[in-house]
């Protein structure tokens, strides 16, 4: 039977908590301006998302996705999305109700369950 020292894991969280506690608040404070720029980042209809890049590229932001989505999940995403553009071209189109209407085995939540990684607290100065 394993048993696990838990006095020793809550001091292993309270020094992993005062670490990341310190490095907040010697961290400066976000601008004012942050909350408003985050919600609104763009007029409203003054750009067509789905042409638009992510921010660190199409490159990277495709590597951080295949690090944190299993293949078999992006396979089945991909695979509904093909579907989705086949039904929207197709001469009867699509609805609402069509694309909200997917398979659970293609995106029920739980395939969508990111691998998890290890918690690391050590801010650079």
Known sequence: ??????????????????SALAFANASPPPPETLAKELE???????????????TMGLAKAMEVTAATVPAATLAALGARID???????S??????G?????????????????KPKPLTLNPKP
């Open 1 to 18: 039977m394993l048993r696990v020292d838990t006095k020793a894991c809550t001091a292993v969280a309270r020094a992993r908590i005062k």
């Open 98 to 114: 069509d694309a909200g209407n997917s398979k659970p085995s293609v995106l029920h939540p739980t395939s969508l369950t990111l």
């Open 40 to 54: 609104y980042p763009d007029p409203t209809g003054a750009v067509d998302y789905s042409k638009r890049e992510p």
């Open 91 to 96: 001469e009867q189109g699509i609805s609402i």
């Open 83 to 89: 579907a989705l553009r086949a039904m929207a071209s």
